[in-house]
């Protein structure tokens, strides 16, 4: 076996320890933690206890390790471009209102946003901003249909490169030619490909990505990668402000200031130190066994749903059907059943999923089985007939 193949093994045996009678079919929202990941959160917890910060320098080095592993997981030219922020919504804001703003300028964006994707663009209103909506079901491709709403007032363009809902999965290699050419500002909510699929920063030329590291990534709540590349970075005026986001932060006594150069700028204040750890150990996993190869596991978990909900009269799937325009997410409803009433006789069987979009939505991890999915279609066609 190869190395790889045995990381997999290792994983699939060792590192999940869901109760059997559960299947996790929601790993779009939030997902659970890996074995390595209890225990270093533990670890943490008890170090604290028993002897507070006396291993802070220690910690940092985790931090920085943290930073790399993100590095690798985006294929980023620098870790010094990532900052650890704590939450996608939080990103985005320092985005929108670290960029400097005139009336008539337009943000284009698409009608399947989740709301952290929309509420922060429709707040800049009182700037002058104009908002506008791509429909990405009315054109083929579907990227087409945020070209169609880009002019020269155009200053940014905010997709999610994986909709929440739908799971429709957007080409953002051809999105960033697109506003590299257009001297358009490209902003990316990755929070549903990374750590389901491979992300290349570099290959779709982003200006801006934001993820949260609890979907995905298996990590805990609370910690969100930022990344900015260095050019943009430079257009953003910042707004918080503090010991942490200055050249030279452990020198106290320092009387002047200046602001890192570095992504860390984005950072006021001390970092999640128990969500660095667990965010470190989940991706030390994903890693292990290769982004390539997760995605790939991923891929066929959600395309083995795709065929057989599709094989099924009584079931309309919601999700994009050509195969390069879906991922993870698997989005369904049913015509002769009720959404909520699926989704609660599924919930009383122990298939945990979510009701997204009008539909029922899956998102099963590399790790979820064939025969766990068989289960779960095995409750949609006793429920539904």
């Not at 930073?67 to 870790?79: D, E, G, S, V």
Request: hydrophobic content about 35%; proline content about 3%; overall charge negative.
């Amino acid at each position: 076996m190869s190395k790889t193949d045995i990381a997999i093994t290792t994983a699939l045996t060792t590192e999940w320890e869901l109760n059997n009678d559960f299947i996790h079919l929601n790993h779009a929202a939030v997902g659970p933690w890996p074995r390595r990941t209890k225990v270093a959160i533990q670890e943490f917890a008890a170090e604290n206890a028993h002897q507070g910060s006396w291993n802070y320098l220690a910690w940092l080095k985790v931090e920085s390790q943290l930073r790399r592993q993100l590095q690798t997981l985006i294929n980023a030219p620098n870790w010094q471009d990532i900052a650890l922020l704590k939450n996608t919504s939080e990103a985005l804001s320092v985005i929108a209102y670290g960029l400097q703003w005139n009336k008539g300028d337009n943000v284009v964006i698409s009608n399947e946003e989740f709301p952290s994707n929309h509420i922060v663009w429709e707040s800049l209103k009182d700037k002058g901003v104009e908002v506008r909506y791509a429909n990405l079901s009315s054109t083929t491709p579907p990227e087409q249909s945020l070209y169609d709403l880009c002019d020269k007032n155009t200053k940014l363009l905010a997709i999610s490169s994986i909709q929440y809902a739908s799971g429709r999965q957007v080409d953002l290699n051809s999105l960033g030619q697109f506003c590299t050419n257009n001297q358009i500002l490209f902003c990316v909510d990755a929070i549903q490909s990374i750590g389901a699929t491979t992300f290349d920063v570099q290959a779709c030329q982003a200006d801006f990505v934001v993820a949260d590291g609890h979907k995905w990534m298996l990590g805990p709540e609370g910690l969100a990668l930022f990344y900015s590349r260095p050019e943009a970075r430079d257009k953003l005026s910042l707004k918080q402000f503090g010991w942490h986001m200055v050249n030279n932060p452990s020198d106290f006594d320092k009387t002047e200031w200046e602001v890192a150069k570095s992504a860390r700028r984005f950072e006021c204040g001390s970092p999640n130190m128990l969500g660095i750890h667990g965010l470190s150990a989940s991706l030390s996993l994903l890693l292990e066994i290769g982004m390539d190869k997760v995605e790939q596991r991923v891929k066929n978990n959600a395309n083995y749903l795709f065929n057989q909900l599709s094989s099924l009269s009584n079931i309309k799937l919601i999700t994009p059907a050509e195969e390069t325009h879906r991922a993870g997410i698997i989005n369904f409803h049913s015509t002769t059943t009720s959404s909520e009433k699926l989704f609660y006789t599924l919930t009383e069987n122990n298939i945990f999923c979510a009701k997204r979009g009008k539909g029922i939505r899956f998102s099963a991890h590399y790790y979820t089985t064939q025969k766990q999915l068989d289960q779960a279609l095995n409750s949609i066609t006793s429920s539904t007939h």
